[in-house]
């Protein structure tokens, strides 16, 4: 049994920051990819950005200069460090893990957390 939990969405005033969180526990042999997702109503899920086991990244064209992954894998958590927030952010933010937890390769979806940028 794998669980992702995210942490640290909420209210933010256009320009601020905020700090995502999400921790895989249970039976974890090994992660590959972990990446953040949003959606956005009236919008189509879109890649915010994701890194690998290796600690190589990739960002939305959106995100790039202003949001930050990173990842502990002693943990098995990631993080999104979100600065310069815009309105246009505000979104659920959605973690996906690639992991092996002994039977094969899955992706695993957390259950997301709010993100609303607004005055």
């Known amino acids: 049994q794998v669980q992702l939990v995210e942490s640290g969405g909420g209210l933010v005033q256009p320009g601020g920051s905020l700090r995502l969180s999400c921790a895989a526990s249970?039976?974890?042999?090994?992660?590959?990819?972990m990446g953040w997702y949003r959606h956005a109503p009236g919008k189509e899920r879109e890649l915010v950005a994701r890194?690998?086991?290796?600690?190589?990244?990739n960002y939305g064209d959106s995100v790039k200069g202003r949001f930050t992954i990173s990842r502990d894998n002693a943990k098995n958590t990631m993080y999104l460090q979100m600065n310069v927030l815009k309105p246009e952010d505000t979104a659920v933010y959605y973690c996906?893990?690639?992991?092996?937890?002994?039977?094969?390769?899955?992706?695993?979806w957390g259950l997301g957390t709010q993100v609303t940028v607004s005055s």
């Open positions: 996906k893990v690639d992991l092996y937890s002994g039977n094969r390769w899955t992706n695993y």
């Open positions: 249970g039976t974890i042999f090994s992660i590959n990819i």
């Open positions: 890194i690998t086991s290796g600690g190589n990244t």
